[in-house]
């Protein structure tokens, strides 16, 4: 074998390995954010936080920006679900599904722990 063909046998080594990674990472990022998505559910309709829309003078006021928070959380936990079953089912372009799922999940994540801070304010 030449230099060039040991190259290739190496650079697709890792290749495999990262696949593998990135396969066992949208598994559990899909786990956790149908968890998640489900707790959060449960959350909003049996502690009744449904928000009743009221004309106020100012569009945002505390109410509507806890209400906002959580649709964006809802947002970003099915876009992380949708990108990381894409991603399992190699459907599309692995690197942007992955990136995507990661990216949304994280966003997911921290929009929950703004909304944990919630009974401080």
Known sequence: MGEEEKVEAKLEEKFEKTAEIEAKNTKWILIV??????????????TRYV????????????KDF??????????FLI???????????EFGNNRINYKIAVY???MAMISLFVTFLRPLF
């Open 79 to 89: 876009l992380a679900i949708t990108f990381s079953s894409l991603h399992l089912a």
């Open 66 to 75: 806890w209400y906002y928070l959580n649709l964006t959380n809802a947002l």
């Open 104 to 106: 949304a999940f994280i």
């Open 33 to 46: 954010s149908l968890v998640v998505f489900i707790f959060t559910f449960y959350i909003a309709t049996m």
């Open 51 to 62: 928000y009743y829309y009221n004309y106020y003078i100012y569009p945002l006021i505390g």
